[in-house]
């Protein structure tokens, strides 16, 4: 997530769209002449909205598609784009995946702040379109890493006559 600084204030995280919002107000409140104590109070507020966001983001939960598109792009790299994530889900999978649901969830999971997406250059093959590329965030890094622990935790709880059932 995008971190807005101040001199002389702690960094606010911020959600992209928010971000140029913000410069953007304290710049004309500064070249309006405001106070510094209503600066403050503008600051204020900013700093409460995004402990709140922040707080909102801890929350959120990944889905089992979700985890395995997130999965998938940390796998690819800098070469995760909606197709080559959905080739190489149906690659590892062995099942059919749409590529419209590939590319829905993609934007989901960068509204959500676990991935971030920068454009690639056009190309002939695909008649001069460019590339969104994505690439997982920190953010995006923490919840695998909580999944992976909550789902670790679960095989580590099944009973032993429960393992013996299922031939491990």
């Known amino acids: 997530m995008p971190?807005?600084?101040?001199?002389?204030?702690?960094?606010?995280?911020?959600?992209?769209?928010?971000?140029f919002k913000i410069e953007h107000f304290i710049f004309r409140k500064r070249a309006l002449k405001c106070s510094e104590s209503s600066l403050n109070s503008w600051?204020?507020?900013?700093?409460?909205?995004?402990?709140?966001?922040?707080?909102?983001?801890?929350?959120?939960?990944?889905?089992?598609?979700?985890?395995?598109i997130l999965l998938t792009v940390a796998v690819l790299d800098e070469d995760a784009y909606a197709v080559?994530?959905?080739?190489?889900?149906e690659q590892k999978t062995g099942r059919t995946v749409g590529f419209s649901a590939v590319h829905t969830t993609l934007q989901r999971l960068e509204e959500k702040g676990f991935l971030s997406s920068t454009m690639g250059?056009?190309?002939?093959?695909?008649?001069?379109?460019?590339?969104?590329?994505?690439?997982?965030?920190?953010?995006?890094?923490?919840?695998?890493q909580e999944a992976r622990q909550v789902r670790e935790e679960l095989?580590?709880?099944l009973p032993?006559?429960?393992?013996?059932?299922?031939?491990?």
């Open 3 to 19: 971190v807005y600084k101040s001199p002389g204030r702690p960094p606010l995280f911020v959600p992209a769209q928010y971000l």
């Open 84 to 89: 080559s994530v959905t080739q190489e889900l």
């Open 155 to 157: 095989w580590n709880a």
């Open 43 to 68: 600051y204020a507020i900013c700093s409460t909205l995004s402990e709140q966001i922040e707080a909102y983001m801890k929350r959120t939960f990944l889905g089992e598609f979700e985890e395995v």
């Open 121 to 144: 250059g056009a190309t002939a093959e695909r008649g001069g379109r460019r590339k969104r590329f994505f690439t997982v965030t920190a953010f995006g890094l923490k919840a695998l």
């Open 160 to 168: 032993p006559s429960m393992l013996q059932l299922m031939g491990s």
